[in-house]
Nanobody
Framework: QVQLVESGGGLVQPGESLRLSCAASGSIFGISAMGWYRQAPGKERELVASIGVGGITNYAASVKGRCIISRDNAKKKVYLQMNSLKPEDTAAYYC?????????WGGGTLVTVSS
């Protein structure tokens, strides 16, 4: 089992930045891809960004150029730096990792972008 705990969410104004963090613990050997998803009220969960073991990244079109995903393999953490936040970025953000064929999810952290 892998436990994931997100942090860093909050209320910000449009144009501001946030850095989300996710710490993995438990059976962390074999973790491969790590990523961030989000789910806005009334909408389906969607991929925000992902990063492989070798550092290859993938971003949703809606955040490309505004967000940067990174990982610290030694600390088993993944980060999401979000810049130029927009009201449409408001959502619960979930950390996600793949390990030996299984997918694990964190409990989420809420990001609200509002003036």
């Amino acid at each position: 089992q892998v436990q994931l705990v997100e942090s860093g969410g909050g209320l910000v104004q449009p144009g501001e930045s946030l850095r989300l963090s996710c710490a993995a613990s438990g059976s962390i050997f074999g973790i491969s891809a790590m990523g961030w998803y989000r789910q806005a009220p009334g909408k389906e969960r969607e991929l925000v960004a992902s990063i492989g073991v070798g550092g290859i990244t993938n971003y949703a079109a809606s955040v490309k150029g505004r967000c940067i995903i990174s990982r610290d393999n030694a600390k088993k953490k993944v980060y999401l730096q979000m810049n130029s936040l927009k009201p449409e970025d408001t959502a619960a953000y979930y950390c996600n990792v793949d390990r030996l064929g299984f997918t694990y999810w964190g409990g989420g952290t809420l990001v609200t972008v509002s003036s």
